[in-house]
């Protein structure tokens, strides 16, 4: 059985993605980005934990997180043409509207994701 979608801003990913909204998240297969210990191998994940940043909108390197090669790199990039994904949006709306009111629209549209 699937988990319900909630508005949660603490299911807010490192990269802007919503979690709440994962199949691997609602099939209780992964505690989400924030909880998920064995993601050691994201870089976003490290930079954000390393400097105490909830997301890559809290950055103070870039104002703009396409401009961060840990965030904008060939796999990301992959994956954003592949499931027509835009996390920087994520990232811009986070930073414009804040944490609660993005998790609120995107758990209302049953988002993991902008899409392009």
């Not at 980005?33 to 103070?60: I, P």
Request: some cysteine; proline content about 0%; glycine content about 6%.
């Amino acid at each position: 059985m699937e988990k319900e979608i909630v508005n949660d801003a603490n299911l807010i990913a490192y990269c802007g993605l919503f979690c709440a909204e994962c199949r691997g998240y609602k099939k209780g297969t992964c505690a989400g980005c924030q909880k998920n210990e064995k993601a050691t191998w994201c870089k976003v994940r490290t930079c954000c934990m390393n400097n105490n940043y909830k997301s890559c909108a809290d950055c103070k390197e870039f104002s703009n997180a396409m401009d961060c090669r840990k965030y904008n790199n060939f796999i990301s990039k992959a994956f954003g043409f592949i499931f027509r994904s835009d996390r920087g949006a994520c990232i811009a709306m986070i930073k414009e509207k804040g944490y609660e009111n993005f998790a609120a629209y995107m758990a209302e549209n049953k988002l993991q994701s902008m899409k392009r």
